[in-house]
């Protein structure tokens, strides 16, 4: 090799290196920096910055257990629809034990005990739809993507099945003026749980047993069961743990708009791949993080609301979206270049 070819050789590396690290954190700077200098009144305002934390709550909360089963080499397209089955369980326990009529409108005066009760029947029921995907994918040996998609369309046609195809639309007043609307410390409730999550989320993946080994067989899972991981528990445990991301993101959503949503998550599948991806997890399996998850949901969150303020249509914010995830998922294949280099 000559002396000009090393030193393109270098080059090359170098530039992937640039490339690979840390890229989506400077887009999201470089984004919030040109509608701020664009519009400063409107997308600086303290108003505009918390609505920005609210709505990216909820996807938050999915995106971390989609990060989990994305680490692990599986996929979750389920998710949205489990969260719609959690939200039609959960809200009809709470409408059934504070005595009110299905066909209710507005907020009922159920107390603390029967939302505690709807919360944990949304999360439960969140975790069995999971441990079924699990079963189904460690167990069964049938693709993850074709499992999920079966139980996409199972949940949703299910929770059509229990609420008669129509949304719940009554909430208890509780859960949705002190956890809906509700702060804590000046921070909205449903951003202190996001937060929350994360924080717990994101230690348990880099700081415990169980984050190891999910990194482990996302990597390699053959050479993670020869180490002695139980693979088909480790399996069922992530799609398990998927499934209660979606159960607390379901009682969020009912807070938040003191209604079911059943017409309103088709897209969240597509919308966590797309933020854990952009936050540099790999769809391979065995890289990521939480952290980078934060930041690939307010991409486009920040994006389709730096189009309102600034009068462009929405519509344009799906063609930027999809050209941002196309080149992450390019930049994830420049790392994977880098790794078998190195």
């Given amino acids: 090799m000559t002396q000009t070819d090393a030193f ?70 389920s998710i949205g629809s489990v969260l719609v089955f959690c939200s039609v369980v959960s809200a009809e326990i709470m409408l059934a034990l504070s005595g009110a009529a299905g066909t209710t409108f507005g907020t009922t005066s159920a107390g603390w005990g029967v939302i505690l009760l709807g919360s944990l029947a949304a999360v439960a029921t969140g975790i069995a739809w999971g441990l079924l995907n699990g079963f189904l994918v460690a167990v069964a040996k049938i693709p993850a993507l074709i499992v999920t998609l079966g139980t996409l369309g199972m949940a949703l046609g299910g929770a059509q099945i229990l609420s008669g195809g129509t949304d719940v639309r009554a909430m208890p007043e509780l859960l949705v003026t002190h956890v809906g609307s509700g702060r804590i410390f000046g921070i909205p409730a449903l951003v202190m749980i996001a937060v929350l999550v994360v924080l717990v989320a994101g230690l348990v993946l880099h700081f415990t047993r169980f984050g190891l080994h999910t990194y482990a067989v996302g990597s390699n899972m053959e050479g993670a069961r020869r180490s002695g ?69 307010f991409i486009p ?21 999809g050209a941002v995830l196309i080149l992450a998922v390019w930049i994830d294949q420049l790392k994977r270049r880098l790794r078998k280099r190195g």
């Fill in 8 to 77: 393109r050789e270098t080059g090359e590396d170098r530039l992937l290196r640039l490339l690979a690290s840390g890229w989506i954190f400077l887009l999201l700077v470089g984004l919030i920096a040109i509608f701020s200098l664009l519009r400063p009144a409107q997308f600086g305002s303290g108003y505009n910055i918390q609505q920005l934390a609210i709505n990216a709550a909820i996807i938050l909360v999915l995106a971390v257990g989609q990060t989990y089963v994305i680490i692990s080499n599986g996929i979750d397209l």
């Fill in 229 to 297: 991981i139980d693979v088909t528990r480790q399996t069922m445990a992530v799609y398990a743990l998927s499934g209660g991301m979606a159960g607390i993101a379901a009682v969020m959503s009912n807070a938040r708009f003191a209604t079911t949503t059943i017409n309103g998550h088709a897209m969240d599948n597509l919308t966590t791949i797309s933020a854990v991806v952009l936050g540099g997890t790999s769809l391979f399996g065995g890289v990521g993080s939480v952290f980078g998850t934060v930041v690939g949901v």
């Fill in 301 to 321: 969150i920040i994006l389709l609301n730096g189009f309102v303020i600034l009068g462009i249509p929405p519509f344009w914010q799906t063609v930027a979206m």
